[in-house]
């Protein structure tokens, strides 16, 4: 897997996610999904397009007179780094006492999600395991 960069934002993340679930898209396409209902220009969308590219989570292949891009990098590559990112930013320094914090205050919020992940890091273990 090449190497690629974060979406920065709400609006980067929102275009990657909707490459995600059409498949592939054109531009235009893309600025009448997303980025006219919120009041973007057109070159916005596309400045967006462009920087994704960049970042090398999205390609572009020529369909006649059009760019289409599609999506390089999988959703689940995506969240996993982004969910790493946000657990340092939250565990910090001291990811024990934050980590324990956090238990509770996934209990607090719902008792089932704690059971859940529970589950995940179980069957996780298993994995790791090689059972």
Excluded: C
């Excluded at 960069?5 to 009448?32: I, K, N």
């Excluded at 969308?45 to 891009?69: H, P």
């Excluded at 704690?114 to 994995?127: G, I, P, Q, W």
């Amino acid at each position: 897997m090449k190497h690629f960069r974060l979406p920065a934002d709400d609006l980067e993340y929102s275009v990657l996610a909707a490459l995600w679930g059409l498949g592939t898209a054109s531009v235009r396409e893309l600025h009448e999904r997303l980025g006219a209902p919120q009041g973007l220009v057109y070159t916005t969308t596309a400045k967006v397009v462009d920087r994704l590219r960049e970042k090398g989570l999205i390609q572009r292949q020529r369909k006649g007179a059009v760019f289409e891009y599609r999506p390089k990098v999988a959703r689940e590559t995506v969240e996993r780094a982004r969910a790493r990112i946000a657990l340092v930013r939250l565990l910090g320094t001291t990811p024990r006492s934050a980590a324990a914090a956090l238990v509770e205050a996934v209990e607090e919020l719902d008792p089932g999600l704690l059971e859940e992940l529970e589950r995940a890091v179980a069957a996780h273990r298993r994995t790791l395991n090689g059972t």
